[in-house]
């Protein structure tokens, strides 16, 4: 038996390599496509992709629902994700206004009441993305704390060629990753996430944040 499992572990980290890639390459496909028509198809891929091989784990490897991060969190889990997180919007927030720089009172894209909401679901599904896919593989492959760092990377790049979004994801996803490797539960990381980046979108001109669009989308904006 011994000797079985021995065997299947360099096939299963061949495996595990193989999912990061793929849903990596058909995201950035998603990101990258011509038309929107073709990146909604990539789109579409890259979720069912990521989606069998997480079942795929949950069935054969009996990854639990916890190790996910699809458990609730703990009180103090959440208490300490949820104060770093307000500081640091606070501290944004303070840094522009000492700056000069000037929030608008009504801006005109982001956000309203739908657009917030929306915006904490896609958060939510970011999140999902980067520590129950990314992560965990990742974790798995090196240990936690390199997770900590192949996962933040990955999530910067899928953020290029936006200069101000890479900087940012790059910074807040080793936050959210370490949170994540602490406290393994994706609800209050998902708030700070989208309450950063709501904060990002108040402060950053949209001349530098191009509707916070990534991929081809953020370079078609500047032909507008």
């Not at 360099?10 to 496509?33: C, K, N, S």
């Not at 091989?53 to 009180?75: A, C, H, N, V, Y």
């Amino acid at each position: 038996m011994n000797a079985i499992l021995a065997a299947s572990a360099p096939l299963r980290r061949y495996f595990v390599w193989a999912q990061l890639v793929t849903v990596f390459v058909l995201l950035e496909l998603a990101l990258w496509a011509p038309t929107r028509a073709i990146r909604n198809r990539w789109a579409l891929i890259a979720t069912a992709s990521l989606l069998v091989f997480i079942l795929t784990d949950l069935i054969t490897t009996r990854t639990s629902l916890k190790r996910l991060g699809l458990g609730l969190p703990t009180l103090r889990g959440a208490a300490v994700i949820l104060c770093i997180g307000l500081a640091a919007a606070i501290l944004l927030l303070t840094l522009v206004y000492l700056a000069g720089g000037r929030i608008p009172a009504n801006p005109t894209w982001f956000p309203n009441i739908r657009s917030t909401w929306g915006y904490l679901l896609w958060a939510l599904m970011q999140e999902f993305i980067l520590q129950s896919f990314f992560f965990t593989r990742c974790e798995e492959l090196y240990g936690s704390s390199a997770a900590v760092w192949m996962a933040a990377t990955l999530f910067s790049a899928v953020h290029l060629p936006s200069p101000v979004l890479t900087a940012a994801t790059l910074i807040g996803a080793l936050f959210f990753c370490e949170m994540f490797r602490r406290y393994r539960s994706l609800y209050p990381i998902a708030i700070v996430h989208a309450i950063l980046g709501i904060t990002i979108a108040l402060t950053v001109p949209d001349s530098l944040l191009h509707h916070m669009r990534v991929g081809i989308g953020y370079l078609r904006y500047l032909t507008r």
